[in-house]
């Protein structure tokens, strides 16, 4: 007779939904459906060689430190390594700051819930904003306000009038949550006016903030913008970035930078997490950021991104219905499409699949509710071929929606 499981199962863990994307994904998996749905990077451009040179000449010549358990906060050849890297890429880093390693972004962003959240606080995230980081606050029974979000990010008026609305109701406020550099879900990056902004009340309403920034190092189009983290005279952003955008994310490699109390506390909370984030992977990592391996490549990056936004814009002036507006990156992995309001877009998909092509409902990234017309594209992972083909058929999925067509 089988075990019935989930009579041991916590009550927390029973509360997590399965990700809709991860479901998506294996739906398109079992049949030959172009998927704009994936937040996959380009495999071509993994530096391989880059990679396996590194990890021989790490595992013969510093073996018995690479291999071996190593400091919680991350080796010290990788925590430099990453410093260095970030002031050469304009990200500020003062003298009260440290970096954590991490097991990529997404653990930097549990270890900022697991060590910041209380149940019942409230977290400010922009409507949509990225999934990860909302079932990370959600494990620790975060509440949510929501900002709206436009082609230039984070709407901070909006933000404002949020912040005042919850004072004057008592709600405990503790941070902002923002990617604002080529959002994920939604591909818009936040100028400057809008960045000083939201640290202007960051420091009125005493929030922390947490900037989440796998993209920036490899944006394709020239604008100007500021870290926060360098915008931050006073040590409230969090920031957290990764190598799975400029790399490969299967090294599983991220970290955080923010003042050494914050991180301190993050180091204690780790350890009961995973000990320490790869030996080996630090080494690697530490070993390609410094030789420039890495950064010499940004550039061929740049080029078959940005060759594949411009697939998917052009794609989308021609077959987008009247009253669709969408977002144009200037780096990251998606588009964001606002389609007319009688199109929601979950139906959407159903027509989509039977199209042959499969996309997120923006729905998904709204943590309060509201997006039914919304919808997550990825140019990263598809060819050029396929994202034309992709956009044409989701052009005639709405056509079959709005015709009742089955
Ligand atoms: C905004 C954002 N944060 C965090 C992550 C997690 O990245 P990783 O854990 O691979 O570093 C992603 C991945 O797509 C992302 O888009």
């Not at 071996?68 to 304009?90: C, M, N, T």
Request: net charge neutral.
């Amino acid at each position: 007779m089988g075990i019935d499981y989930s009579r041991f199962i916590s009550s927390k863990a029973a509360s997590i939904r399965a990700s809709e994307i991860r479901e998506l994904l294996k739906l398109t998996q079992k049949r030959r459906i172009i998927s704009l749905a994936g937040g996959l990077p380009d495999p071509r451009l993994f530096p391989r060689e880059e990679i396996a040179e590194a990890a021989r000449q790490v595992a013969l010549e510093l073996g018995e430190k690479a291999l071996q358990y190593s400091p919680s906060r991350g080796v010290p050849e990788f925590i430099d390594a990453v410093k260095r890297f970030l002031q050469r890429h304009g990200v500020a880093v003062r003298g009260w700051d440290d970096v954590i390693a991490t097991v990529g972004s997404q653990e930097a962003l549990y270890l900022v819930a697991k060590t910041l959240i209380d149940p019942g606080d409230y977290v400010v995230v922009e409507a949509p904003s990225y999934l990860g980081a909302l079932n990370a606050f959600r494990h620790y029974d975060a509440r949510f306000l929501t900002v709206p979000l436009d082609e230039n990010g984070m709407v901070t008026d909006e933000l404002e009038r949020v912040l005042r609305r919850a004072r004057a109701e008592g709600l405990r406020v503790k941070l902002v949550y923002t990617v604002p550099t080529c959002h994920n879900p939604a591909g818009s990056t936040m100028p400057d006016d809008r960045r000083k902004h939201l640290l202007e009340l960051a420091e009125e309403y005493d929030l922390l903030v947490v900037e989440d920034d796998p993209y920036s190092f490899i944006t394709f189009e020239e604008m100007r913008y500021t870290p926060l983290k360098t915008l931050d005279r006073s040590g409230r952003v969090i920031y957290t970035s990764t190598v799975s955008k400029i790399m490969a994310p299967g090294l599983r490699i991220g970290w955080i930078l923010a003042h050494d109390e914050l991180i301190s506390r993050f180091e204690l909370v780790r350890q009961a997490v995973d000990l320490h984030a790869p030996t080996l992977n630090q080494y690697v990592v530490a070993r390609l950021l410094d030789s420039g391996a890495v950064e010499r490549r940004f550039d061929a990056l740049r080029s078959v991104y940005r060759e594949k936004r411009d697939a998917m814009l052009e794609a989308l002036e021609e077959h987008m219905p009247e009253g669709s507006r969408w977002t144009r990156p200037i780096g990251g992995l998606f588009v964001w499409v606002w389609l007319p309001e009688d199109i929601n877009a979950r139906k959407l998909l159903e027509r989509a699949i039977e199209r042959g092509v499969a996309f997120v409902p923006g729905d998904a990234f709204y943590a309060t509710g509201g997006g039914h017309n919304t919808m997550r594209l990825n140019f990263s992972y598809p060819s050029v071929d396929e994202i034309r083909e992709g956009v044409r058929r989701i052009g005639e999925a709405i056509a079959d929606l709005r015709g009742g067509r089955r």
